[in-house]
């Protein structure tokens, strides 16, 4: 099993930034990708960022140039800087980890999530 507690949400301002940060416990070994996810009432949950154990990163459209992931090992931390944050980005973001099971099947396991608001 794998815990993750995020925390760094908050209420900003239009063009500020916030720093999520997840906490990860337990059997993290296993876990091969990072991610970020966000979530709007009545929408299905959205990729933001991920980040593979090899460093490599990917980001949605949307995050790209304004989102920074990044992963402090020696913590068992993954972050996600926010910059440039929008009314648009408001909403509920959960961090992810992923373990590969046999043949294509995953596990997937979330934090309880943090509450980001961009309003002025």
């Known amino acids: 099993q794998v815990q993750l507690v995020e925390s760094g949400g908050g209420l900003v301002q239009p063009g500020g930034s916030l720093r999520l940060s997840c906490v990860a416990s337990?059997?993290?070994?296993?876990?091969?990708?990072w991610g970020w996810y966000r979530q709007t009432p009545g929408n299905q949950r959205e990729l933001v960022a991920l980040i593979y154990n090899d460093g490599y990163t990917n980001y949605q459209d949307f995050a790209q140039g304004r989102f920074t992931i990044s992963r402090d090992r020696a913590e068992n931390t993954i972050y996600l800087q926010m910059n440039s944050l929008q009314p648009e980005d408001t909403a509920d973001y959960y961090c992810n980890g992923r373990r590969p099971m046999s043949g294509s099947y995953y596990l997937d396991y979330w934090g309880q999530g943090t509450q980001v608001t961009v309003s002025s």
């Open positions: 337990g059997d993290i070994l296993k876990v091969t990708a």
